[in-house]
């Protein structure tokens, strides 16, 4: 075995162990030439908030959190509360950045060690739609969680009416598990939900 398998192999097993810390050695995760994902630093605040500032009618579409963001420590607060375990489950919030720019944010709603299932979560500024950028995102986050995690399924949901949304998992192959009815408050009103799962064995079928 060669010292890179090794090394691979090690950091492998120490991600057992399910601590932040293990987990922030795969960042920066480099997708492609153009994107990568770089776990969100309180020093990033400015950014954060600078993006859904300037998004705040694109987002407040479907995301309920915009109205929280009235500054920069708003921001702050919000990485910090979120790089936190929450009992036993591990929430990761990303930065998707293009070159200089953050173009939008993506999360680990949580993993769930106990069970290996994660859920994902995500958006971008307006300007970023439309290349693909979501969709090879969430493709390195099923990925990471299968290969380098050694989770069983994957989730997204989406707001019923999202269709953009819905475009995501579903162009990666992810199949349609549920509606739930008023599941999620945006504002002044409730919408329905679809969830969507991959599972390791789905993921592993599709790529061969
Ligand atoms: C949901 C959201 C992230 C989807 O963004 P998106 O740009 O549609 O998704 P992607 O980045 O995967 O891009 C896909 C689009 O790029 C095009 N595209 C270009 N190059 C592509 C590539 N290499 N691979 C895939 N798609 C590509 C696709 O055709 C598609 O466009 P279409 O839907 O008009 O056919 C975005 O609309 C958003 O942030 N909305 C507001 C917040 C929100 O709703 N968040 C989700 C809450 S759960």
Known sequence: MSKLDNSVRDAKERRK???IEALEELFPLKIDHYLQLVLLERTQAANLFKLVDSNRAHLRQWLPFV??????????QF???N???????????MGIWQGESLAGVVTYDYIDWGNRAALIGFWLGKSFEGRGIMTRTCNALVDLAFDELGLNRVEISCAYENTRCRRVPERLGFSQEGISRERERIYD??????SYRMLASEWKKRTV
């Open 189 to 194: 009103r409730f919408v329905d939900t679809v």
């Open 17 to 19: 162990s399910h601590s």
């Open 83 to 93: 790089r936190e375990e929450h009992g036993g489950k591990t929430r990761l919030l």
């Open 79 to 81: 990485i910090r509360r």
């Open 67 to 76: 109205d929280d963001y009235q500054s920069v420590a708003a921001a702050n």
